[in-house]
Antibody, heavy 120, light 109 residues
Framework: EVQLVESGGGLIQPGGSLRLSCAAS????????MIWVRQAPGKGLEGVSV???????YYADSVKGRFTISRDNSKNTLYLQMNSLRVEDTAIYYC??????????????WGQGTLVTVSS | SYVLTQPPSVSVAPGRTAKITCGGS??????VHWYQQKPGQAPVLVLF???DRPSGIPERFSGSNSGNAATLTISRVEAGDEADYYC????????????FGGGTKVTVL
C-alpha cells in the first residue's frame, strides 16, 4: 500500500521559512517523479514544484527562487524548502506521486496535506 | 502556457447524469486525468488517460476526449458524488508542465 505523509506545516510570519516533508512508503521517491501541489483556502489546485526521477526540477513562477524541492533517498522522503514566505503562500500543501510517460503524466497517490499559514 | 477551462458549477438530480467539460486547445491530442475532491479531503484520481478508471472507482464514472473538449460523465449520480472535480494535463513543452483546470463544483440536488 502506498502512503504519503506530509508534515512541517504551521503558522509562520511573512518573510519566514519552513521545510515541508513528505515521507513515502510503498513507493520509491528516487525512482519516481514527485510533485508538490497546493490549495489556497477556497481555491483550486495549483502545482508548485516537480522533481523528476533524474533530479530535474520545475517550479511555478510564483515560487521560483524562493522554494526548493529535494529528496533524501535514504529516508525515502520528499522535501519542499520554502523561504521568503508571503501571505499568498497560505495553503494546504499536498505531495503526490507522478505516473505516466514523458508526455502524459498524472498524479495517482496523494498525501493528506499539511497546512501552511503565513500571517503576522 | 496551456489553459484548461471548466465550468464553475454543475447541478444534477440524484439518479441523473452529470457531464463536466474541460476545454483546451486541441486537448484531444493530450491525455486528460480527472480528480475528485470532497470537502476537507485530498484529491483522488478518478479517471486517467481520458477514460481509464483506477481500481475502486465505480463504472458510473466515464470519460471522453476529442477536439477541444474532454468530458467526465457521472451516470446515476449519488449524493456521495457531490465534490469538486479537476481536469489535468501534462504539457511537456512547458517549464511548468502540470496544468490543472479551475475545477467544477458538482452539486447533487
Amino acid at each position: 500500500e502506498v502512503q504519503l505523509v506530509e508534515s512541517g506545516g504551521g503558522l509562520i510570519q511573512p518573510g519566514g521559512s519552513l521545510r515541508l516533508s513528505c515521507a513515502a512508503s510503498g513507493v520509491t521517491v528516487s525512482t519516481n517523479y514527485m510533485i508538490w501541489v497546493r490549495q489556497a483556502p477556497g481555491k483550486g489546485l495549483e502545482g508548485v514544484s516537480v522533481i523528476s526521477n533524474v533530479g530535474r526540477t520545475y517550479y511555478a513562477d510564483s515560487v521560483k527562487g524562493r522554494f526548493t524541492i529535494s529528496r533524501d533517498n535514504s529516508k525515502n522522503t520528499l522535501y519542499l524548502q520554502m523561504n521568503s514566505l508571503r501571505v499568498e503562500d497560505t495553503a494546504i500543501y499536498y505531495c503526490a506521486r507522478v505516473f505516466g510517460g514523458s508526455n502524459d503524466h498524472g498524479f495517482d497517490y496523494w498525501g493528506q496535506g499539511t497546512l501552511v499559514t503565513v500571517s503576522s | 502556457s496551456y489553459v484548461l477551462t471548466q465550468p464553475p458549477s454543475v447541478s444534477v438530480a440524484p439518479g441523473r447524469t452529470a457531464k463536466i467539460t474541460c476545454g483546451g486547445s486541441d486537448i484531444g491530442s493530450k491525455s486528460v486525468h480527472w480528480y475528485q475532491q470532497k470537502p476537507g479531503q485530498a484529491p483522488v484520481l478518478v479517471l486517467f488517460y481520458d477514460s481509464d478508471r483506477p481500481s475502486g472507482i465505480p463504472e458510473r464514472f466515464s470519460g471522453s476526449n476529442s477536439g477541444n473538449a474532454a468530458t467526465l460523465t457521472i451516470s446515476r449520480v449519488e449524493a456521495g458524488d457531490e465534490a469538486d472535480y479537476y481536469c489535468q494535463v501534462w504539457d511537456s513543452s512547458s517549464d511548468r508542465p502540470w496544468v490543472f483546470g479551475g475545477g467544477t463544483k458538482v452539486t447533487v440536488l
